[in-house]
């Protein structure tokens, strides 16, 4: 049974709604809690223990100058798909925090992106039951036409909230 941790008993009741009303929901709800992701227009299309799928449009307010996302915009991206599949299993006591943040840029996307997280059994585990830890998170980042012109590494730690 996953951990209910204040941030998962934030979004169970998202779940509980019919499918069309989940993204925006979950997405505004977040975009008040980390209101960056607000701003930047991400949108939460799904959000588990075990994953996390998240989209921008190629939208005029988050393009470079040659018309793609900006780098700045898929490094958000990836790190809000990762950082929030890990805040989903973090016990209260803790508080989760990026330490590696490693985005290659391979080819030039095109078109609207969408960041992939998941974790493993194994990884959900540790971060359920150690005080403290870290872990690599897997985000597979693909643009509009599905290739994946962007690598990343994320290494994510969880630490005793300070008192």
């Given at each position: 049974m996953p951990l209910a941790?204040?941030?998962?008993?934030?979004?169970?009741?998202?779940?509980?709604?019919?499918?069309?009303?989940?993204?925006?929901?979950?997405?505004?709800?977040?975009?008040?809690?980390?209101?960056?992701?607000?701003?930047?227009?991400?949108?939460?299309?799904?959000?588990?223990?075990?994953?996390?799928?998240?989209t921008i449009a190629n939208?005029?307010?988050?393009?470079?100058?040659?018309?793609?996302?900006?780098?700045?915009?898929?490094?958000?991206?990836?790190?809000?798909?990762?950082?929030?599949?890990?805040?989903?299993?973090?016990?209260?006591?803790?508080?989760?925090?990026?330490?590696?943040?490693?985005?290659?840029?391979?080819?030039?996307?095109?078109?609207?992106?969408?960041?992939?997280?998941?974790?493993?059994?194994?990884?959900?585990?540790?971060?359920?039951?150690?005080?403290?830890?870290?872990?690599?998170?897997?985000?597979?980042?693909?643009?509009?036409?599905?290739?994946?012109?962007?690598a990343c590494e994320m290494?994510?730690?969880?630490?005793?909230?300070?008192?």
């Amino acid at each position: 049974m996953p951990l209910a941790n204040r941030f998962s008993r934030t979004m169970a009741p998202i779940a509980m709604l019919p499918k069309v009303l989940q993204a925006p929901l979950r997405s505004l709800v977040l975009g008040r809690f980390v209101p960056f992701v607000g701003t930047a227009g991400l949108r939460i299309e799904e959000l588990t223990h075990e994953r996390a799928v998240i989209t921008i449009a190629n939208a005029r307010h988050v393009r470079n100058h040659i018309g793609n996302v900006h780098a700045a915009a898929v490094a958000l991206l990836a790190e809000t798909a990762s950082g929030f599949v890990v805040g989903m299993n973090v016990p209260d006591a803790s508080v989760p925090v990026i330490k590696t943040l490693r985005v290659d840029f391979l080819k030039r996307p095109q078109g609207a992106m969408r960041a992939v997280a998941e974790l493993t059994p194994e990884q959900l585990e540790a971060i359920r039951t150690t005080p403290k830890g870290e872990t690599p998170v897997r985000v597979t980042v693909s643009d509009g036409t599905g290739r994946e012109p962007v690598a990343c590494e994320m290494i994510w730690a969880w630490v005793p909230k300070r008192r």
